[in-house]
Structure formats: C-alpha cells, structure tokens
C-alpha cells in the first residue's frame, strides 16, 4: 500500500520492534524513527515503517493495538548502550527465588512454627502469599500492556501514577533497598562470627569487618555486571538449594543429636522422627521469648515472617536487562512463588512433624544441628542465602536510582543517570547504594528501622496494585494487558491486603512511611519535572470534571454565588490587562483567546506554535486561565464562535474583555500578518528566565477599523454577555501576592463612576456619556453631530434591584477591592484596595440649596443599596456630584449652558456626546490622584451601525479614556442580580 493510504500504515502504525531510552545526560539523542513508549497503560507510539534503529533491542513487550504521540517517554535501552540479554530463569526466576528463600528459612521458620503451630503458620504463609501473589498479578498486567524500561516498580508507577508518585514511592522503595543490603549482610556477619569466632572479644567489630568484606564482595559482583550477576546467582542458587534440600530430608531420617538452648547454652538431646510430633504441634502454643521482647503473640509472630515473600520485586527491578520483560516478569515471578510456596509448606510440615515443640522453640539453629553429614552444609546455604540477598537489593537498587536519576526527578540525582557503554551499568548508583550499606552496617544494629523497612515494602506493593485498579476500572481504552489473568477486584484486593498488613505489622511506622510519601509527593508536586507520561492522573482528573460538568450543565446557577467568567480577547500581550482579568474573575472562569486572520490552512502551525507560547507563559506567570488560539479570514464571526463555545456545560463566559481599539495614523503599515504574530511568540518566550515586570507588546485587534469593532461590541452585547473595554494597563509583575498597579505606595483606590439619573430600584443597562444613551447615528461623520435622545428611565417603586449595569459596577470595584494580587503581598486589613463610588446625577435645582438636598437624598438611597448588597465601604468614599459640583470642577463647562444661573438640564442635554465624554474625562482626572483603576460606564453602541456612526462613537469613548489610569468601560449584557441578598 502506498504511503498515500493512512488506514494501514500511518504515523500511529506500531513497528514489530525497535526501542527507544529514556533520557539521560551520558548518551545520544534517539534517532526519530525508534519507538516511543511507557508501561503501565500509557500510549506508545511508533513512526511510520516502524524501522529499528541501530543499537536497539526487542523488548518483546508491546499492547495489542496501543497508539501514542510523540511526547509518551522513550523506553529501553539507548542508542550506543548494548542492552543485557537476560532470560526468565536467570534474570527473574532465580533472583527472585533467592530473594524469597532467605535467611528467615534458616534461622527463623523452626521457631515459627513451634510458637504458632503448624496450621497458623501454614494460615501466615498463605496469607502473606497470597498477598505476594495479587501484588504480582497486577505488575504482569502493567509490563505486558507497553514497554518497560529499567526502574521495575518505579517505572510502573510513575508512568501510570505520574512522577509524584513515582518519585514518592521509587525513593521509598530505594531505601527500603539500601537498608537492605546492609541488612543482608549483617546478617552474613553474624552467622559468620557466631560459627566461626564465638568467643571474640569485640564481637561487634569483628561482625562489622565482616560485612564490609561481604558488602565488598557483592560490590564487585555488580561493578562486573548484570552478565557477571546472573553467572554468580545461578553458582548461589544452585549451593543453597543443595543445602536446603539436604536440610529438608535431614528431618525425615530418624537419629538422635544434641543441641543447645540458643537463650542460654543449655545442652539437651532431642530427635528427628517424623511425623510424630504432627498432632502436637498443630496449633499455638505462645510463650515468653526475647525475640517477642515478652510473651509472644500472632500478630508479633506473623511481622517476624512476612519478610519471607518481599522479594518478588527482583525480576521487575531488572526489567531493562531482560531480554523479554512481559515474558519473563510474569512468568518468572510466579513460578518463584510457587516454588517458594512449595518449599515452605513442606519445610512447615517436616519440621513441625519431626522435633518436639520444645526443640522448635529454644533451638534456632536447628536447621543446621539436624543436617545430616556436617552442619557446615547449612552454614554455607545460610552465607549464600545472605550474601545473595544482599546483592540482589544492591543490584536491584541502583537501577531504581539510575530510572529516576535519568527522569530528572531532583537534580542532586543527575549523576546516578550514568549507564555503562556496555550493558548500560549503573555503577555509579551501584557505588552510592554500597556507601549507604556501609555506612548503615557501621550503625550496627538496625532493628530499630527494620519494620519501617517493611513498611516501605508494602506501602509500594499497594500502590502497584492501585496503579493496576484504576487503570482497569476507569476502562481505559489503551490498556489491554496480554496477561489475562487479573481482574479490578483482584488489584483493589491486593491494594487494600497490603495496606492492612502494613498497619497491622506496625500502625505508628505505617503511619510515618505514609507521612514520608506524603511529604515527598508535596515536594515532588511543587518542584518535579513536567512531564508529558500519559499518567492516569489526567485521567482521573478528566473523568472528576466531566460528572461534575454533568451535574452543573442541570443545575440552576444562583445570584448569590455570580463571578466574573472572563474572554479575554488578545490583541498582543498585555501584561497589565491579564494581572487584571486574574484578579477580577475571583476564582471563575478565564479564557485567553486570540483570532489570527487569514486562511486556516496557511498558518495553521503558527497558530499553535502561539497556543504554546501562550500556554508557556500563563504557566510561568500562574495566570488561572485557558488559552485559545484559531484562525479565520472573517474575524467577527469568529468571534461570535468564541462567545458561543467558550466554556462547557453550566461553566460558560458571561463577560467578554476588549482591548481598547486604537486608530491607525496614515503611516500605519498593515501588521497583521504571520510576522506579527511571530514577535508574539518571541515576546511570550522571552521572559522564561525572568518571571518578574513584563513589558507590554499591545496590539490591536485584528480589525480593520472602528467598525468591526463596533460591530463587536454589539455582537456581545446581543449575545447577552458583559463587556469590558479595557484601555491603559501597562507593565505589570505577574505571580502570587504581587502587585498589578506600581504607580502608588499608598492603598490605591478603585473608583466606580455612575453617571445619569439612577434610583436604587430600578435597573440602568447601559448609560451614555452622561445621561443619553447612544442611539441613531447621523450620516456624518464627526462626532460632534451624532445625535443622542433621552432615556427611559422608570422608577418603580419596591425592593432594592441589584440587577443591571450600576450592580455590575459596584459588583466588581468590590471583588477588585479584596484581591491579593493587587497588594504587593499580604496585609493586614481585609481590604487591599480602597472603593470609591461617585454619582454623577442630573441634579441641578434652582440653587445650590435645593440641589444639595437632592443630593443628600441621592447619597442616601446609593449608602443604602451598599448597606443592602453588604459592599464594602466607608460612608466618606460614596460621592455625589450635582451639576453645580460640575461648573466648579469644570470651569469650561459653563460655557455651554445657555443659563449658567439656572443649569436647566434640557440645555446639558444638547451637549455633543464628544464634549460630554471630555467634560466627563476631566472630572474623573480631577478625582484621580490616588486611583489604580477605574470602572466606567461604557455608551451604548450605535444601533445602526455605518463607517461614519462607528468612528464618532470611537470618538467618544476614546475622549471619555483618555489620560486616565487604568480604566474599564463597562456595559451589562446580562439579566441577572450581580449582588444576592440571599444567605
């Protein structure tokens, strides 16, 4: 099929093998045609033709049908970095079995079973098997459903979990391995010091020295390689077993010996004879014993043997030298578990059959008495069994540390991301681990974080089986492991045993590894990479906001809890008018938009290298906010599109934010092309280093004049929606707790200006520059001759009406008024702007007298209606300013009354709209000194819209904005209370 037919060969076509690595700082950069993937559900993705690139090997992991993007995580082995060939036997099989079969089998089980009996032990076992056994059917589910790199559970984790918790759990499950090779190997030391040097006179000097050379000689093991360990674990595997087997048919041949009370030294005789003492060692029997610090019991004694099956982890931790991880893990783990199961039921069953309880209780080295020929045969197993496990949690270890370093987690683990050219060897992880081993066996004694060790176990089994439970309950459509053989309720069975087991061997360390968790899941939340993992926490996050999206498109939205839904229409990047908006929405609804013009088609690309751009710097300036970015060669319609679909459900845009249209001058070039926008994108990028003042790129809309803008201000308008003309917001620093307004030190204060006839029971939607809404143009073009007529303006009597545009202006000035933003940081007061209301009223009286009458009476119904909609000010900050205030503010407006004495209103009424707005701009400079920002009716729109109408209304409105600070022309397009009275 040619290249032409996407149905079988296009860019989600996955290759038959070919893996790519993850990244590191010592290797290449992957050629683009490897493979793309991560675990644990996580989309994988493969170029088209699906060519392996050189140095690569077959995972042989891959999810039936699974597709991906670019961005999934690169797994496997990197180019130049000869991968390991290890199969199931010796790279999981064996390792695991090692681990599993330690030295508790030796040391511990006899006693075991003489305290709780041969049917609780065998009831521990299988618990803790099964247990085991769940934990490992969910990590098959997660290998065989993508590719897994070097890290086993970590990896598992943070692909799915993402790299919180990831990291929270691969750190734990480091340290959980870190005390476990020192551990293991004093655990060597003191077998070593009690058969070879019982009367030593420092004896825990002499078990120190001896763990260092055991801890030197699985460090040279694991320097040598994963080649080298799995030589050596086969050596290991095959002279404990011997010792083992020999051990187990040791019970079954009748003899007499003698054996010593390990409390004491007391010598006694006892016998093997099996099954004798089957039936009197069947159930409990507790008694007091210094390994339960007093009188024994089940709970102590199942904490003591629960370690036995914490070491099906080995095999996934080598999952990047297998050859075939989904094959191997699997297979290899459960194959260990069985054979681990079988041993330990029939090691349970000769022993408990064989001696005497009294024997079992006080003799912990019976294993090694009872061995027939030399009990240096057990000796030996019980070396290997240590020095085995030891390495096993060194090597296993470092390639945890190594997978994290190279995730960039935390920077201080960069160097641990170094692999070997030859087999990718984490040796300098390797030598770290060995330090924290050493370092740890100097301690001594450790009994103290054993069980946080154990903790540490469980809380990363559990997070496994969690990981493998939500993936399959959320029906994934990507997650399709071809291991079968689990199930949701087997994961959250396996999750909810693990945590119970956890608090039940120990609720105070349980309690402490999940504070640790937590705390490194803060940490790793604020100062973790980003990542593009594909992690079910999107997925959960997106299933979370579509049921509660549902729930809101049905309900009925309440005054009471009104905000600001912003649309922010972008022209450049003003950085004043965004700190703006993110204060002014008060946890609603913002949505950055910008409309490139031209053909979709032909700058498709820069549109989304914008969105990028934009999205970039939102994120660095923790601006709340969506961005988007589209294209259309007709620009109002849009958007008219924008206003329409912005939002989702009941979470929708009720007010759009214009930046103020500024016109051109003759020698304007046209700057609306993909070059503009290109310095746009350098503009947003350029501040990642300094996050703190950024310079404003303004721009104008992408309109060719006045009246496309004009047509926009309508189109918001009629489509019920609030608009907000924004004009003269300059730099500003951007972030939590920083300031917007930088002019002032004082407590700036934000003005809120009404201007016309208002009574607090009635609703004014959109008055004009003075008392006039703007209505049919005349066919002129200047603005002095546009022609205006009186508004309607019923007073109803009855409650108080918190609807309508002076609601929606006090509404704001309040939500800007407790806003931290503004503040320059945290303050003391509750309020960190101070509001201020002024009315201008048509008030003019035949003297000065009757006019501050009716002034005091209009002051006193707007303190009202701010007493009702409980708005925060002071008595002082609400102003009246009648006409005769205005012949003194504004001396030049004398001029124009026909009767100055009297201030007839019919005559202010027959002022041109253009001197109105600049009588108005004077005023509002006159009050001004101290103010940060501004709300400000805006005039309605023309409703007929010509070239001549929309530039004089341009005209107006850019005299009544001129020169001012920040200012926000308001008009309401909505039919709601703003301000609820309602409890």
């Given at each position: ?8 060969g296009g860019a989600g076509q996955r290759a038959s093998s070919g893996i790519a690595a993850a990244p590191g700082p010592h290797w290449p950069t992957p050629t683009p045609s490897a493979v793309e993937a991560s675990s644990g559900g996580v989309l994988i993705s493969t170029p088209t033709g699906g060519t392996r690139s050189p140095g690569y090997q077959n995972a042989g992991s891959t999810a039936a049908g699974a597709a991906g993007t670019a961005g999934d995580v690169e797994v496997a082995q990197h180019v130049g970095h000869v991968k390991n060939q290890l199969g199931t036997i010796n790279g999981c099989y064996v390792p695991c079995l090692l681990n599993i079969m330690g030295i508790i089998l030796f040391l511990r089980l006899g006693w075991i079973v003489g305290e709780a009996g041969i049917l609780v032990t065998l009831a521990m ?190 095999g996934a931790n080598l999952s990047g030298d297998l050859k075939n991880p989904a094959h191997s893990i699997p297979v290899g783990t459960l194959s260990a578990l069985l054979t681990a199961y079988i041993i330990y039921t029939l090691q349970i069953t000769f022993m408990g059959g064989s001696f005497n309880r009294s024997t079992l209780v006080n003799d912990q080295n019976i294993y090694q008495d009872a061995c027939v020929g030399s009990p240096y045969i057990v000796v030996v197993g019980i070396l290997i069994s240590s020095l085995s496990s ?594």
């Open positions: 099929m040619s290249e032409s037919q996407p149905l079988l076992l299988t618990i803790a098997t099964l247990q085991a056994v769940l934990t490992v059917l969910s990590v098959s589910a997660l290998v065989t459903n993508g590719m897994i790199s070097t890290g086993g559970s970590y990896f598992m984790i943070s692909r799915c979990l993402g790299p919180e918790f990831g990291g929270a759990i691969g750190l734990l499950f480091y340290a959980a391995y870190a005390m476990g090779v020192a551990f293991y190997s004093l655990g060597f030391a003191t077998t070593v010091q009690s058969t070879f040097f019982p009367d030593a006179a420092e004896p825990m000097w002499i078990m120190r020295l001896i763990a260092s050379l055991g801890l030197l000689f699985i460090l040279t093991i694991s320097m040598l390689g994963a080649e080298f360990f799995s030589k050596f674990n086969v050596l290991f595997f095959m002279v404990q077993f011997g010792s083992i087997a020999i051990g187990m048919i040791s019970f079954l041949i009748p003899r007499d010996f003698t054996v010593q009370f390990t409390s004491n030294g007391t010598a006694f005789n006892t016998s093997t004879s099996f099954p004798k003492h089957a039936h009197d060692n069947l159930y409990p029997d507790l008694t007091v014993s210094e390994s339960c610090h007093g009188k024994c019991d089940i709970h102590t004694i199942f904490a003591i043997m629960f370690p036995m099956v914490t070491g099906i982890m080995e030891g390495l096993g949690s060194l090597f296993g270890g470092s390639r945890v540390l190594q997978a994290m370093a190279r995730d960039d987690l935390m920077g201080i683990l960069k160097p641990f991301a170094y692999g070997s050219k030859k087999g990718d060897e984490p040796r300098v992880a390797v030598a770290f681990t060995w330090v924290i081993a050493q370092a740890c066996v100097m301690i001594g004694d450790l009994d103290v974080v054993a069980p946080i060790e154990t903790s540490f176990f469980c809380l990363s089994y559990a997070v496994v089986n969690l990981t493998c439970f939500i993936l399959s309950a959320m029906g994934a459509p990507n997650f399709r492991p071809r291991f079968k053989f689990y199930s949701w309720p087997t994961a959250l069975l396996g999750a909810i045993l693990n945590i119970v087991v956890m608090f039940y061997l120990n609720w105070i360390y349980a309690a402490v590894t999940l504070a640790c968790m937590l705390l490194l899941y803060v940490y790793l939340s604020l100062y973790g990479p980003a990542t593009d993992w594909g992690d079910i926490t999107n997925e959960l996050i997106y299933h979370q906001v579509r049921k509660y999206l549902l729930r809101l498109s049905t309900m009925q939205s309440h005054s009471k809890y009104w905000k600001p839904n912003l649309l922010v229409l972008a022209g450049g990047c003003d950085a004043g008018l965004l700190a703006f908006c993110n204060a002014l929405k008060k946890g609603g609804l913002m949505v950055i938009a910008q409309v490139l013009p031209g053909r979709r088609a032909d700058i498709h690309a820069t549109s989304l290298r914008l969105r990028d751009a934009w999205n970039g710097f939102v994120k660095r300036h923790r601006l709340k906010s969506f961005v988007h970015t589209t294209a259309s060669e007709d620009i109002n319609l849009a958007y008219r599109i924008l206003m329409d679909t912005s939002g989702l459900g009941g979470l929708v845009i009720n007010t759009v934010v214009v930046p103020f249209f500024e016109a051109k001058r003759d020698d304007d070039e046209d700057v609306f092309d993909v070059h503009m926008y290109e310095q746009l994108i350098t503009h947003l990028n350029k501040d990642k280093e300094n996050v703190n003042t950024v310079p404003a790129m303004k721009c104008n809309l992408p309109l060719d004049s006045a009246l496309p803008f004009c047509r926009l201000v309508s189109d918001i308008l009629a489509y019920n929606k609030n608009c907000v003309i924004a004009r003269n917001f300059g730099e500003a620093v951007l972030g939590r707790r920083r300031r917007i307004y930088t002019h002032t030190s004082a407590l700036p204060n934000v003005d809120v200006w009404i201007f016309g006839s208002w009574t607090a029971n009635n609703r004014q939607r959109a008055p004009s520059a003075l008392s006039v809404p703007m209505s049919e143009s005349s066919t002129n073009s200047t603005a002095d001759d546009y022609d205006a007529s009186t508004p309607s303006m019923e007073e109803t009597p009855g409650p108080i009406c918190f609807t309508g545009l002076v609601a929606l202006l006090v509404q704001l000035g309040q939500i800007l008024q407790v806003s931290r933003i503004g503040a320059g940081g945290l303050r003391k007061q509750r309020s960190l702007h101070r509001v201020r209301i002024f009315h201008l009223a048509n008030i003019a009286g035949s003297s000065a007298t009757e006019a501050n009458a009716e002034a005091l009476l209009a002051e006193q119904q707007l303190r009202e209606f701010c007493k009702e909609g409980r708005v925060d000010i002071e008595d002082q900050d609400i102003k009246i300013v009648t006409l005769h205030d205005l012949k003194q503010l504004v001396p030049e407006y004398c001029t124009y009354i026909h009767d100055s004495n009297s201030g007839d209103l019919s005559d202010v009424e027959q002022l041109p709209p253009t001197l109105q707005a600049t009588i108005l701009n004077t005023l509002m400079k006159h009050h001004a000194d101290n103010t940060c920002q501004l709300f400000v009716p805006l005039p309605e729109p023309p409703r007929h819209l010509t070239d001549a109408s929309a530039s004089a209304y341009m005209h107006v409105i850019d005299r009544l904005s001129a020169d001012l600070p920040p200012v926000a022309l308001v008009a309401s397009g909505e039919t709601t209370s703003y301000i609820s009275t309602s409890m």
